[in-house]
Nanobody
Framework: QVQLVESGGGLVQAGGSRRLSCAAS????????MGWFRQVLGKERELVAA????????YYPDSVEGRFTISRDNARNTVHLQMNSLKPEDTAVYYC???????????????????WGQGTQVTVSS
């Protein structure tokens, strides 16, 4: 069992930066690919970043490529999402997720993730 707790959300002006953190419990955290998703009310949950268990492989969709960076610290059971050059359309609830059943590489689809945090709101004002 893995519990995930996000933090770092809040209000930020367009063009600004924000760093989200996800603290994970569980001794096997370091073996799970991790991801960050976001969701706007009425829309599907969207992957914004994914990272392999070692941190050596990352994936970003075009919408955030070059602006967002995912990283992990397996010794501290944490995953971070550094968000730069934020836009109003980045406004959403951001979720951290762990893919327990995924072996190798990154998990790019919501169905591949077994554990989810409660989410943290990020609001980007124009």
């Amino acid at each position: 069992q893995v519990q995930l707790v996000e933090s770092g959300g809040g209000l930020v002006q367009a063009g600004g930066s924000r760093r989200l953190s996800c603290a994970a419990s569980g001794r096997t955290f370091s073996s799970y690919p991790m991801g960050w998703f976001r969701q706007v009310l009425g829309k599907e949950r969207e992957l914004v970043a994914a990272i392999s268990w070692s941190g050596g492989i990352t994936y970003y969709p075009d919408s955030v490529e070059g602006r967002f960076t995912i990283s992990r610290d397996n010794a501290r059971n944490t995953v971070h999402l550094q968000m730069n050059s934020l836009k109003p359309e980045d406004t959403a609830v951001y979720y951290c997720a762990a893919a327990q059943s995924k072996y190798g590489g990154t998990a790019r689809w919501a169905y591949e993730y077994d554990y989810w945090g409660q989410g943290t709101q990020v609001t980007v004002s124009s």
